[in-house]
C-alpha cells in the first residue's frame, strides 16, 4: 500500500456512469442527431449570461421553429464564461444575425442607485448601456472606508433604520 489513493473504477455500464450537468449537454448534440428534440413556440431565458456555448445551443435546438428572449445582466455573471457582450450569443445558438434590443428601463431602482451602478460596468468589463430608471426618487450617499468590518457595521446600521420593523432581522452581536 502506497498511501496513494485508490483510483476511481470505471463504470460498469453506461447506465452506471456518473452524469453532470456540463456532459449531459455535451450528450444533446448527439442525441438531437438521433432524434430531434420538440421544440417551443417561445423560451424566455433568465440569466443567459451564464450559458456556455454548448448550453446555448442545445437551447437552439429547442426554439428552432420558434423564438427566444435572453436577458441577463452582464455586469452581474456569476461563471469564468459569462458573457460579456450580448454579441457571441446568438452566434453560439447558430442565429448571428439575431436583433438584439437591450433592456435599459428599469421600474424597482431609483435613479440615486441606477446613476452609481451604472458606474460600474466599465470596470467590470461588461460592454452595457446605461440604465434608464422611472424612479426619479431616493437618494445615494458614498463613504468610502478602508476599514471593511467597520463600513459593513455602518450599512447594516443604516439598513436597520430604513427597514420596515417586519424585514428587520436581528443583527447578531458580532456585527454591532
Known sequence: MTGEPAAPRP????RTARRTAAGLVLLDGPAGLVEPPGGYGHVVLDEARDLS????????????FGSLTALGDLARGTTPRAARDWRA??????????RMVPLTLGHRVPAAIADLA??????LGADVPAGRPARRDGEAT???TADLPAGARTV???LAEELPECLREP??????
Not at 443583527?171 to 454591532?176: D, E, I, L
Open 156 to 158: 447594516r446600521a443604516a
Open 118 to 123: 451604472d458606474r460600474l460596468p466599465p470596470h
Open 142 to 144: 458614498v463613504h468610502r
Open 11 to 14: 463504470p460498469r455500464s453506461y
Open 89 to 98: 450569443q446568438p452566434a453560439h445558438r447558430g442565429k448571428p444575425e439575431a
Open 171 to 176: 443583527v447578531p452581536p458580532t456585527a454591532r
Open 53 to 64: 456555448p454548448p448550453q446555448c445551443r442545445a437551447v437552439a435546438r429547442r426554439t428552432a
